[in-house]
């Protein structure tokens, strides 16, 4: 596709739920980001791939959070047990390769509400 | 680590005024700035970017970022202000060998006509 697609755009679970967002990256990008919105605060780094591989997922807030890029496309984060703390806007980026020096391109990003 | 604040939650200009957004950034070494815009319904944006060189940068939609080391600042400006600029203005840094962004709280841009 043209852009990062994230689904669903909208997501709303009920407290101790599991969910999966899907972010599918512009084709051919080999590095992939998540970060996690919360309101009225910028984006918080989650966890980044190079290829299949998670090469930080130092900013995953705990082990009920976890993500995986099995083909080095398309990756899916996985909530365990979520918590109402979870509600916010799950942002999926991408660039052609990692660091500081290729653009990261943003989707639109999937709204959680836990209720 | 590195962080961002941005100190104004809010701002309000009149279209055809001159914009300037504040961020201030902490970090040890070089950093590697950025400019985001977010506006409803839609993803992040790059506005431009600074890595080393001319500290005075050019981005799209007739922005501009001055890099002031002594200050610790990366001021993002534009001289006159449209209407389709309202949106969330986010800074960001990253380290040089990084692979992550650090992002201030943002700042809300209002433009009245």
């Known amino acids: 596709g043209a852009g990062v697609s994230q689904t669903p755009s909208n997501k709303v679970t009920e407290k101790g739920k599991y969910v999966e967002l899907r972010c599918d990256p512009i084709?051919?990008?080999?590095?992939l980001y998540w970060y996690r919105q919360s309101l009225g605060q910028g984006p918080e780094f989650l966890i980044y791939?190079?290829?299949?591989?998670?090469?930080?997922d130092s900013g995953l807030p705990n082990d009920r959070f976890f993500a995986v890029r099995p083909e080095g496309s398309v990756s899916t984060l996985k909530i365990q047990r979520t918590e109402r703390g979870d509600s916010a806007v799950y942002l999926c980026?991408?660039?052609?390769?990692?660091?500081?020096?290729?653009?990261?391109?943003f989707g639109q990003g999937t709204r959680l509400t836990v209720v | 680590a590195q962080s961002v604040t941005q100190p104004d939650i809010h701002i309000t200009v009149s279209e055809g005024a001159s914009l300037e957004l504040r961020c201030n950034y902490s970090?040890?070494?070089?950093?590697?700035l950025f400019w985001y815009v977010q506006s409803p319904g839609q993803g992040l944006q790059l506005l431009l970017k600074?890595?080393?060189?001319?500290?005075l940068v050019q981005g799209i939609k007739g922005f501009e970022a001055e890099f002031k080391r002594s200050q610790s600042s990366f001021n993002l400006r534009k001289p006159s202000v449209h209407w389709s600029d309202a949106a969330e203005y986010f800074c960001?840094?990253?380290?040089?060998?990084?692979?992550?962004?650090?992002f201030g709280a943002g700042t809300i841009l209002r433009v009245k006509s």
């Open positions: 791939f190079q290829g299949t591989g998670a090469a930080d």
């Open positions: 970090y040890g070494a070089t950093p590697y």
């Open positions: 600074y890595f080393s060189g001319d500290t």
């Open positions: 084709s051919g990008h080999t590095a």
């Open positions: 960001a840094v990253g380290a040089l060998g990084g692979n992550k962004l650090v």
């Open positions: 980026a991408s660039s052609l390769w990692g660091g500081m020096n290729t653009e990261a391109f």
